[in-house]
């Protein structure tokens, strides 16, 4: 390969990771994107979030957690 092709393929598989981000992440992972504490989102999880628990290992969607996170919002007076 080129050099010129070898930076395409690098900027095109970037470009398609981004493009396709993982919809579910591990609680550290979900803690850093939604800007809390890894403890706040098994807090969390104690009052209803959804987690998804696959043979024991949880993890935590994006949408999902986003939906909930709507649901709990108030109007204040």
């Known amino acids: 390969m080129q050099e010129a092709e070898i930076k395409t393929t690098i900027i095109n598989t970037i470009k398609d990771t981004l493009n396709h981000p993982r919809p579910y992440l591990n609680r550290v992972e979900i803690a850093k994107y939604?800007?809390?504490a890894p403890?706040?989102?098994s807090y969390w999880a104690t009052l209803g979030m959804p987690v998804a628990?696959?043979?024991g290992r949880k993890l935590y969607g994006k949408q999902s957690i986003?939906?909930?996170l709507k649901s709990k919002e108030k109007t204040v007076s």
């Open 34 to 36: 939604f800007g809390v």
């Open 39 to 41: 403890s706040t989102i």
């Open 53 to 55: 628990d696959i043979d």
């Open 66 to 68: 986003t939906d909930w």
